[in-house]
């Protein structure tokens, strides 16, 4: 069964490809493969959502001490009838809570383009109380679907401890005209394809190890949000077609 609450501590970092690969090298005694995916590889396609004020980007771009994203998330290839993934996500300072419960795909836009208030207890779910949750968020937001993200991810488990992961996030897309998320994973680059972004995810506090690996391969934290880095290239294409510019794309 898929973890439905998460509450952890998430530290960013922006590296190359080459820092990467020594990175792999480095956590390999001290790592292992994600279970998901073929030897922890798989991709990762999520669908966002925000309202016409882009109150959800003005939040996470203004780093308030409490801020929250909703979306609807599949992994690697998916039908209709495959499982979807519906999560709120929330920071609260640096602690990142997450609720997330599993439904159809289909389930999922059957809902999304119900009228007026929905009735979820109607939807076959795995969590009644976490969907109830979305379902209020959404409403109280006036969510609707923005964009979609993906990218290509590894993800490693420590040997020793099973409150740490790393993921290293790559070929990150982004797109705004094809919202249906089994499409897949396809889009517009808003990273340079030559760099990486790495998370650690912890529950209490980085150890040492991996400290001094991070130093010693000088990779950079970097705060950045997906979703604010992939809505302002889409806004600025959308400006650019507009008045007929072109579009600067930065590494």
């Given at each position: 069964m898929a973890?439905?609450?998460f509450t952890r501590r998430e530290q960013k970092y922006l590296i190359t490809k080459q820092q990467y690969e020594k990175m792999i090298l480095h956590l390999s005694p001290h790592m292992r493969p994600d279970l998901n995916g073929q030897d922890g590889?798989?991709?990762v396609t999520s669908l966002?959502?925000?309202?016409?004020e882009g109150d959800i980007?003005?939040?996470t771009k203004n780093k308030l001490k409490f801020r929250q994203k909703l979306r609807l998330r599949i992994y690697d290839q998916a039908t209709l009838n495959d499982r979807a993934f519906f999560e709120i996500k929330q920071k609260n300072r640096k602690v990142v809570h997450k609720?997330?419960?599993?439904?159809?795909?289909?389930?999922?836009?059957d809902y999304l383009g119900s009228l007026g208030m929905p009735n979820v207890d109607a939807y076959q779910?795995?969590?009644?109380?976490?969907f109830k949750e979305i379902d209020s968020f959404k409403q109280l937001y006036r969510l609707k679907p923005e964009m979609i993200v993906s990218y290509d991810r590894q993800a490693l488990h420590g040997i020793?401890?099973?409150d740490l992961r790393i993921t290293f996030d790559m070929n990150l897309r982004c797109r705004k005209d094809d919202l249906r998320v089994e499409n897949g994973p396809y889009g517009m680059n808003f990273i340079d394809p030559n760099l990486v972004v790495l998370e650690v995810k912890v529950t209490d506090s980085i150890p040492l190890w991996l400290t001094r690996i991070l130093q010693k391969l000088a990779c950079e934290n970097r705060s950045?949000?997906?979703?604010?880095?992939?809505?302002?290239?889409?806004?600025?294409?959308?400006?650019?077609?507009?008045?007929?510019?072109?579009v600067l794309i930065g590494g």
């Open positions: 973890i439905e609450f590889f798989y991709s966002y959502f925000d309202n016409d980007y003005y939040e609720r997330r419960m599993v439904l159809p795909l289909r389930e999922a836009y779910t795995s969590n009644q109380q976490v020793n401890d099973d950045a949000s997906k979703y604010c880095t992939s809505y302002e290239l889409l806004h600025q294409m959308n400006l650019a077609q507009t008045y007929h510019e072109p």
